[in-house]
């Protein structure tokens, strides 16, 4: 009798037990992405919109965590939400297990010999033109069943495609006061040199010395504001308290239309080292160029390989970043040395 009546308590107990043992693990691991995803967004909308749930679900979910673990995790602050110390650790820990089973489809397919593999990088032209070009020679060459994407961004640009999962790897510039990166690996490449160029018969062309204060004073022309060089340089104005007297013209992506606007007298140019600073062939009506380092002023642009952490790094992945890694390195031994 007594046999029955266990094996009746656990027939009873033990699918509601089993159940709610899977339910809340499922259901803690779907907490766990909501956060992440929340830390990415900044807001409920945007969370419950990346997720394809209703805002009323995130919030849920996110409080159901905080009662869990006993801390705050989130603060809400009108539409936009930031993370508490504790939130961000949690997340800073949960991040790359949430990325692996993301990534756990692709880890699959990559095991799959007949799997069609593809590789997007996003980078600004002067990159893709300069460094970028001979490992991106080399891997076609070596890798023909690639399909390799190549997206021409400056660099605040690349990080929202690379932040949209929209590319495998990042070439960017970061300039002083960039917001981190934490869900992603950044690693250096490089630092590019800060240059003036202006027209040969310009006083700042002899000057002795080159100020901030001689600088502002002059119609500039620079790269886009998106770009890295050019949020550098409002970044040192403005700690010099001459970002309101800054007289930008003129902006170009493109380092020869800038150099033949500045030939002509249109302005001076503020730029980097991360394309040519060859002055182009002069013509009628055009000055030489004279080329002098400000780095004293501006400092450098710091320039990093970038890509999600935690994810899993298929094969044809990894040896890109590796060529991309030893290029830059060989640039740098070669200006060294």
Known sequence: MMKKQRSAARRIGSPDTGSARRYFKEVRFRQIRSLVELSRCGSFAGTAAALDLSVPSVWQQVRSLEEEYGVQLAVADGS???????????????????ESFDGLREMFED????AVRTLTVVAPSPSLSGALRGPIMQYRQHHPKVKLVLVDRVSRL??????????????????????????FQCLPLTRHTFHLMCPQGHPLATARRITLANLVREPLVLAPQ????????????????????????????????LLNYVAIGFGIAIGTSAASVRPPKRGPGESEIVVREISSLFGHEEVFLVQRKGRFEPEHVRVFRQLVQQAFGEKQEEAVG
């Open 111 to 114: 095991k799959r010999s007949a």
């Open 80 to 98: 936009k939400v930031r993370l508490t110390e504790d939130g961000q650790t949690l997340v800073d820990l949960a991040a790359p297990l949430v």
């Open 226 to 257: 998106e770009s890295s060089s050019h949020r550098q340089i409002r970044h040192v104005f403005a700690q010099a308290g001459l970002l309101d007297r800054m007289n930008v013209i003129m902006t170009a992506t493109n380092r020869a239309l």
């Open 158 to 183: 690349a990080r929202q495609i690379i932040e949209e999962d929209g590319a495998d790897l990042a070439v960017m510039g970061m300039a002083t006061g960039d917001e981190p990166m934490p869900q």
